[in-house]
């Protein structure tokens, strides 16, 4: 038994869910996302309510049961509330530039800027020079955009240095260790 597929995905004001087949369909004032959802689970819609069930009751159906209930109501708080993703940038001469909505420039200790260009969908915001705000409608690309950001440099145990999750704790190492006498 799911527990998460068998929990309604509550839809708010201004929200639509069409279902065409296996294909889904959510409308809200942020935007449309579609979806194709597995074989095994139908969606049912009413008065402001969503409902995933399974069509079978094998192992493969449970497991994507509750994933695409997962999906859909994603979809929704995508389309209503939008997501984002807050990333930190922490050295000394490292720093975000907002290049329009859907361009940043980093300096990131390497010998020329890199730019980082977004894909559809998804816009930048830069509150200030250490921080970058990845902001979109699909979860999924919000989550890879703001990861491939900090995998250009990624926080490193022995200064710090590097760009981290807002939040995310770095586990720091000593240095070496100085051999006295000798």
Not at 119 to 127: A, K, Q, S
Not at 140 to 161: C, F, H, N, S, T
Request: aromatic content about 4%; glycine content about 14%; hydrophobic content about 35%.
């Amino acid at each position: 038994m799911s527990r998460v597929g068998n929990k309604p995905v509550q839809i708010p004001g201004g929200v639509e869910i069409r279902v065409e087949g296996r294909r889904v369909s959510v409308t809200g004032p942020k935007g449309t996302l579609q979806r194709e959802l597995p074989g095994p689970v139908v969606v049912d819609v009413s008065e402001g309510v969503a409902q995933v069930r399974r069509t079978r009751d094998d192992r493969e159906a449970r497991a994507l049961h509750g994933l695409s209930r997962a999906l859909l109501a994603n979809m929704v708080t995508g389309v209503s509330e939008g997501f984002r993703k807050e990333l930190e940038i922490h050295g000394v001469g490292y720093r975000a530039l907002q290049k329009g909505p859907s361009s940043i420039e980093l300096q990131l200790g390497f010998s020329h800027p890199v730019v980082v260009d977004a894909p559809e969908g998804i816009t930048f915001e830069v509150p200030s020079p250490t921080q970058v705000v990845v902001v979109g409608i699909d979860k999924e690309r919000v989550g890879q955009v703001a990861a491939d950001i900090r995998a250009l440099r990624r926080g490193e145990p022995y200064k710090g240095k590097g760009i981290r999750y807002k939040g995310e704790q770095i586990r720091r190492k000593a240095g070496k260790a100085g051999i006295s006498g000798g």
